[in-house]
């Protein structure tokens, strides 16, 4: 199993910045990606991007590819990243960090199954 634990959220005004970290422990060699989801209040979980742990090859979703968001991984501090810029009031949501475990590699390191979730962490953007 992976444990995971996110960590960085907090309340930011419009235009701001925050970065989320995610940190890994278990069975750290069983990882394949590991990727970010967030969830705002009343809403589905949506993918936000995906980085693969070996390669540190990254993916945005679509919905947020005109965004200065970036995602980066650490697999010597079994840390992956969500730097989160230009911060808007629509990005507050609940972020959560997710790994997929090499028994999935057979599809695209930013698609689904992902295996283990984290807790999450607030993000809070005010206007």
């Known amino acids: 199993q992976v444990e995971l634990v996110e960590s960085g959220g907090g309340l930011v005004q419009a235009g701001g910045s925050l970065r989320l970290s995610c940190a890994a422990s278990?069975?750290?060699?069983?990882?394949?990606?590991m990727g970010w989801f967030r969830q705002a209040p009343g809403k589905e979980r949506e993918f936000v991007g995906a980085?693969?742990?070996?390669?540190?090859?990254?993916?945005r979703a679509d919905s947020v590819k005109d965004r200065p968001f970036r995602i980066s991984r650490d697999n010597v501090k079994n840390i992956m990243y969500l730097q989160l810029n230009d911060l808007k009031p629509e990005d507050t949501a609940v972020y959560y960090c997710?790994?997929?475990?090499?028994?999935?590699?057979?599809?695209?390191?930013?698609?689904?199954?992902?295996?283990?979730w984290g807790q999450g962490t607030q993000v809070t953007v005010s206007f």
């Open positions: 997710a790994t997929k475990t090499k028994a999935y590699s057979d599809t695209f390191f930013y698609e689904d199954p992902f295996d283990y």
């Open positions: 980085v693969a742990w070996n390669g540190g090859h990254t993916h």
């Open positions: 278990g069975r750290i060699s069983s990882i394949y990606s």
